[in-house]
Nanobody, 115 residues
Framework: QAQLVESGGGLVQPGGSLRLSCVAS????????WAWYRQAPGKQRELVAS???????NYINSVKGRFAISRDSMKKTVHLTMNQLKPEDTALYYC?????????WGQGTQVTVSS
């Protein structure tokens, strides 16, 4: 049974950094393009970054140069390193594959950027 568990969120001041982790189980993992998504209060979930099976990455414009996504297929883990955090990065962050049908969503990890 597919399971995604996100961790690493927290409260951080503007300009700070966090590293999110997502561990997958019950999933083949290696053949999927993986992504981090986020959902802010009152907004739709949006894809933030993705990483292909070969390690190529893509980011939405608002996080380019600040966030870095990586994957470890042996450990079935996806990371999101977030630097120079801004208040507008505040959201619940999730991982999942980029394509539908999505795996069952995990509980997410909350990132709050505030002074």
């Amino acid at each position: 049974q597919a399971q995604l568990v996100e961790s690493g969120g927290g409260l951080v001041q503007p300009g700070g950094s966090l590293r999110l982790s997502c561990v997958a189980s019950g999933i083949r993992f290696s053949t999927d393009v993986w992504a981090w998504y986020r959902q802010a209060p009152g907004k739709q979930r949006e894809l933030v970054a993705s990483v292909t099976t070969s390690g190529s990455t893509n980011y939405i414009n608002s996080v380019k140069g600040r966030f870095a996504i990586s994957r470890d297929s042996m450990k079935k883990t996806v990371h999101l390193t977030m630097n120079q955090l801004k208040p507008e990065d505040t959201a619940l962050y999730y991982c999942n594959r980029e394509a539908t049908p999505y795996y069952a969503w995990g509980q997410g990890t909350q990132v709050t950027v505030s002074s």
